[in-house]
């Protein structure tokens, strides 16, 4: 049985949350998984809470994920983008976020391009934050999914190899799934090639492996990272071609391992690169039920955090 | 703490029964209506309701649903701490269905407003019934009061109306609880 409330008012990342709050937040995501399988897939729970959605950033599935959890929820929300808005008029971070507190609002759930814009904000509002990606920092929430979902396929986290395939150089969900597989009792890997490697990544006790059909001989879990080419201001490998030929799963290496492993991706996917169509739709692939799991987890962090506001 | 012994087990088992041939008088042979324990102690209730009325009816099966009222509450963010939600297990569809919501202790009443409100999400009942072991009587909250009463008790505020079942491993047993004076 996991402790009764979480440790933690906000979240920030993985970093600052211990594992029995990660596992209260998937007993409570166990119970909201069914709410979300009803015919009337809603509880009110959150009723008197309004909560803003503010994305600095692009984003589909994340701020979908979190609006449909908020307003299962019966939460208030209004959506606020970056590129639509007064920020674009010179207008600071903590101003923006006062004007909207200033409209009553409870919660935040930020996206912002900046590593640690979630923390800064926390110091100075009074709202309560929920990180919804900062950076190449951390995305918790992303991170929770990924374990929540291995858990759902195979029953529990702890002793479980994980593979972290990609770009882990300019990845949040790397840094927050690391963290929390660890937290969990799960052996971690990353691979990819050395440019997308950081230097010192070893210090956070993962193993590194460049070769892709080692690190997949090795692990029950491939969670394949999507190449973020938004991110690349320099060129980390040669052409693209090159990177799905080393680094891309396909079917045919799929079969050839000894045992069958766990597909994730975090999504978008960019098929024919990091996986192929085939092994994207297979019946080892979870990457739709990361997305359902997705609204449940979401679901349980609000009503935690918002049961301690 | 002191404990005073209101049922024993001989005596919730005569009370089981009579509320059973009471559910039987208006619902007959249970056709068309349903039994809701509501988590986490009604279960254990409900589950015995369960199987008296199919003995007494040698029937197939009563459908029997559990209700989880965690996220209906209406003190979320009013009273310290957090109550851990119970699963739900209702594999029927409720709509048009006579329903007998079952509870241990009837207290203030707002675990039955809760509860009403939560099985709305599975449908449109025809007819809402409640059922409790023991009604603490003069202590309601909410205009809330039970169709079937196993036993009443006048309780001050302070005091805890316990109940235990074989089932959960203990001994059939209703106790008041009250801080030493």
């Known amino acids: ?309 | 703490m002191q404990k005073k012994t209101l049922l024993d087990g001989q005596k919730i088992q005569i009370t089981i029964k009579r509320l059973c041939h009471q559910l039987i008088e208006n619902h007959d042979d249970f056709a068309n209506t349903v039994l809701i324990g509501i988590q986490p102690r009604g279960i254990f209730l409900a589950d015995r309701i369960q199987q008296e009325l199919q003995i007494i009816l040698k029937s197939k099966k009563i459908l029997k649903g559990n209700l989880d009222i965690t996220f209906f509450r209406d003190d979320f963010r009013r009273k310290d701490g957090l109550v851990t939600a119970n699963s739900n297990s209702i594999d029927f569809i409720i709509e048009g269905k006579k329903v007998i919501l079952i509870d241990d202790v009837l207290w203030t009443g707002r675990t039955i407003r809760a509860a009403l409100d939560a099985l709305l999400a599975y449908g449109r009942p025809e007819k809402v019934e409640l059922l409790v072991l023991i009604d603490r009587r003069f202590s309601r909250h909410l205009p809330i009061e039970p169709d079937y009463i196993g036993h009443q008790v006048d309780s001050l505020n302070s005091q805890q109306v316990k109940v235990t079942w074989a089932s959960e491993g203990a001994e059939d047993k209703v106790i008041l609880l009250s801080e030493k004076q």
């Open chain 1, 1 to 309: 049985m996991a402790a009764d409330r979480l440790s933690t008012r906000h979240l920030l990342g993985i970093k600052d949350i211990n594992r029995n709050d990660i596992e209260l937040i998937f007993e409570t995501a166990d119970n909201f998984k069914e709410v979300i399988n009803r015919p009337i897939k809603k509880v009110p729970s959150l009723r008197d809470i309004t909560i803003a959605n503010i994305f600095f950033e692009n984003s589909t599935r994340t701020k979908l994920s979190f609006e449909l959890a908020e307003k299962r929820l019966s939460a208030d929300v209004v959506n606020f983008a970056a590129s639509s808005s007064s920020v674009s008029k010179g207008e600071t971070l903590i101003d923006t976020v006062n004007n909207i507190l200033s409209m009553k609002v409870d919660m935040v759930v930020m996206r912002h391009p900046y590593a640690g814009a979630g923390q800064f904000l926390s110091k100075h509002v009074k709202a309560q934050i929920v990180n919804a990606g900062d950076g190449a920092h951390e995305h918790p929430t992303q991170a929770l999914l990924d374990a929540f979902s291995i858990r759902q396929k195979l029953g529990d986290v702890a002793g479980k190899k994980v593979v972290i395939v990609g770009d882990i150089l300019h990845s949040r969900v790397a840094i927050s799934n690391i963290l929390c597989l660890q937290r969990l009792g799960a052996e971690v890997m990353v691979c990819g090639p050395t440019t997308l490697i950081p230097k010192h990544i070893h210090q956070l006790g993962v193993k590194v492996e460049h070769n892709l059909i080692k690190a997949l001989n090795w692990c029950d879990v491939a969670n394949m990272l999507r190449i973020q080419l938004e991110r690349q201001d320099i060129k980390y490998f040669p052409s693209l071609r090159e990177y799905a030929m080393m680094y891309g799963l396909n079917k045919q290496i799929l079969d050839s391992l000894d045992k069958e492993i766990i597909v994730m991706h975090p999504g978008p996917i960019n098929r024919g690169v990091e996986i192929t169509s085939d092994v994207a739709d297979s019946k080892q692939s979870i990457i739709l039920e990361q997305v359902e799991n997705g609204v449940a987890v979401r679901m349980a962090v609000l009503y935690l955090l918002a049961s301690q506001g």
